[in-house]
């Protein structure tokens, strides 16, 4: 290939003419590459160049579609996997098209990416362009607002969570650091209105659009407590910042503030909606279908309220009240808070020490704040049960952050440790090479094992191989059956369930009479066991007579 300029524009220009050309198919532009002139890395930064003019091409095109970007990105992966151009070009131009267009059309790029994560963790494309795609999840994130597209960024969240390992430290907030950004603006004077923007936590970018709290409520909704009000809000700078709880003073205002809330709480008895609900169901409608009626009034109970903050105007503070939704994210704060406080962080300094007295004023009252759990509806008892298996395994991560975050990847195998392992002894092969007697915490167990020391030998022994005499065993039966006796059928042998199926069996194996005509009339078992018994007595008594002449 010519190395002069007009020779890589010229080389460009084909590479651009066959990429727009063979859609889904690198092995003609494999080819083509093939067959142009010059260095392998010089062909490949110009198929590079080549690519991202395509792209540019139809982002600046009205007619240029998804579809056509992803088959675009499809034949870079492909023209990759063949050794035709850099790993890194499907990361460069996932990268250009975010950049350059909007956020609705970013969500449905960005379903593609996820898709595709299978193609990401392969180890050539993960080692080259893994540093490409965090850069261009970050940069997206930039982009978004946490409060009207939440579920966007927990999608890309949850997407660099699946792709990079756990040990992974650009993920990992080694230092323990708080996001002190997260403030809470609330009134803090009782005679002045917070405003609608003042009431999101975040203004900008990612103030809610919301409408004046006080445009739409009254004086009729109820008096509102402002002590209340200042000291339920002003928790949340001690959940946003906990280190400041081990200062005296602070601790102070934490203990009091918690303490008139939890009361307020305790004072506050909701009803649960649901269950009322569903109970009005089914008088109407009687009791069948009342179990599912009630999952689904639940599960859209649930759906229904979804937020990712809450308001802060002192109008609001009655309905808040009455929400247990609203309710639950404050307790778990108070757990979580709970939690780091007493619990062994390495980062923590020499004077973020609790005492003795506020450590037990902590275990109280996380005791006062499950049991608040349990009393909110819906499921109260379920959830607080979820809600303390989650921090019981968070001691886990906060044991591993300790520890440096060490890897989860062992090591290969060395060849020696691979081979084979002897074979397991039996635990019968055991207690079989012992000569002394063994407990087995049962006497009668202990006495069965005991017999004999091998157990598969004791089950061939003859002494167990053994049918007993029908006469001897069916003697009591017969003397029942007989009229003169006068044995009432409730005493008689053959009602026992246990002799009875004994019998069945004996019979099978030693006499006809145990087998029914095709005609014979199907009788109780009862009754067709004592019918074949008489009719064995009588073969016994005719054989006795016979061999006594």
């Known amino acids: 290939m010519a190395k002069d300029g ?59 579609g998804l579809s056509q970007f992803t088959d675009l990105v499809l034949l870079a992966i492909g023209s990759a996997q063949l050794g035709v151009c850099y790993h890194t070009v499907p990361f460069i131009l996932l990268s250009d098209v975010l950049d350059c267009v909007t956020l609705d059309v970013c969500e449905n790029v960005f379903k593609f990416v996820e898709d595709q994560v299978s193609t990401w963790t392969q180890p050539d494309f993960y080692s080259s362009g893994k540093i490409l795609l965090l850069r261009m999840c970050n940069d997206l994130l930039r982009r978004l607002s946490s409060a009207q597209n939440t579920v966007f960024c927990g999608r890309i969240q949850l997407f660099l969570a699946r792709l990079f390992p756990l040990s992974e430290k650009s993920a990992l907030n080694l230092m323990s650091h708080f996001n002190l950004e997260n403030v809470t603006t609330y009134n803090k004077d009782a005679g002045s209105k917070v405003t609608a923007a003042e009431t999101s936590e975040v203004r900008d970018p990612d103030a809610m659009e919301v409408t004046n709290p006080d445009d739409s409520f009254d004086e009729s909704s109820g008096p509102i407590d402002f002590n209340l009000y200042h000291k339920l809000w002003s928790l949340q700078d001690f959940f946003r910042n906990p280190t400041q709880c081990y200062s ?62 809450f308001l802060t105007s002192e109008k609001l503070m009655n309905l808040q009240l009455q929400d247990g939704h609203f309710r639950r994210h404050v307790l778990v704060q108070f757990l979580i808070l709970f939690q780091y406080l007493l619990g062994d962080v390495k980062f923590k300094t020499s004077s973020q020490v609790l005492t003795d007295s506020q450590a037990v004023w902590i275990r109280d009252t996380t005791a006062k704040v499950y049991d608040l759990l349990e009393e909110t509806p819906p499921n109260g008892a379920e959830f607080a049960t979820y809600v303390k298996q989650a921090l019981k395994r968070e001691e886990n991560w906060i044991a591993w952050k300790n520890d440096g975050c060490p890897s989860y990847e062992k090591p290969p195998l060395s060849k020696e440790q691979l081979q084979p392992y002897p074979p397991r002894k ?63 059928d409730e005493y008689k042998v053959i009602n026992k369930p246990n002799f009875a199926w004994q019998s069945l069996r004996l019979l099978s194996r030693s006499s006809p009479h145990f087998f029914q005509g095709t005609t014979a009339q199907i009788r109780p078992l009862p009754e067709y066991l004592e019918h074949v018994i008489v009719q064995v007595g009588k073969d016994l008594k005719n054989t006795t007579s016979s061999s006594s002449s």
């Open 426 to 488: 039996h635990l019968g092969d055991t207690y079989a090479q012992t000569t002394r007697k063994i407990d087995l915490g049962s006497s009668e167990l202990s006495r069965l094992w005991n017999l004999c020391p091998d157990n598969l030998e004791a089950c061939r022994s003859k002494n167990r191989m053994f049918v007993p005499d029908v006469e001897k065993f069916l003697e009591e039966a017969i003397e029942q059956a007989d009229p003169v006796a006068r044995v009432e």
């Open 248 to 309: 005296s003073e602070h601790w102070k205002t934490l203990t009091a503030a918690a303490q008139e809330v939890l009361q307020a709480f305790s004072s506050y008895k909701l009803e649960d909606v649901v269950q009322s609900s569903s109970k009005k169901k089914r008088r109407k409608g009687g009791d069948a279908g009342g179990k599912m009626q009630r999952r689904s009034s639940f599960v859209e109970h649930t759906e229904s309220h979804y937020f990712a903050k």
């Open 6 to 64: 007009n020779g890589s524009l010229e080389s460009r220009e084909v590479f651009a003419a066959c990429i727009k050309r063979c859609q889904g198919d690198p092995e003609t532009l494999q080819a083509i590459f093939i067959d142009t002139p010059g260095s392998e890395g010089d062909k490949k930064s110009i198929l590079e160049q080549a690519f991202r003019n395509v792209v540019k091409e139809w982002i600046k095109s009205p007619a240029g």
